[in-house]
């Protein structure tokens, strides 16, 4: 367990879920979180190729459900260390907020990472 409630904080614990590859292919995850902000869990949404991965909206409500999450943090890599969200990365964040919202859980933040850099969508005011 561990209280994730800063993108910084959120891309630190999410770099260990990416051992060797964070810079060899774009993957998704999602951290959930209790109330109180502490990790309960994680899970591997989706591994890709080295230019995109695909995201199921319903595989993300799946394990925020299964693991009764307050919030869901997404977190996902660009191997070119460029972490600014694409047109689609921005689409799939607002499905994903709504999606989540009418389950009573709440999308803190989408983390991009690269393996020195991060782009939070919260701390950027577009979640």
Known sequence: VRKVDTSELAASYARQFYLGDIDVYESMFIILLNRANNTTSFAKISQGGIIGTFADIKIIAKY????????????????????????????????????????????LDHVIISKDNHFSFSDNGIL
């Open 64 to 107: 925020a459900v299964e693991g009764l999450a307050c919030s869901v943090i997404l977190i996902h890599n660009h191997p070119s260390g460029n972490v600014q969200p694409s047109e689609s990365d921005k689409v799939l964040t607002k499905k994903v907020r709504e999606a989540l919202k009418l389950l009573d859980i709440d999308l």
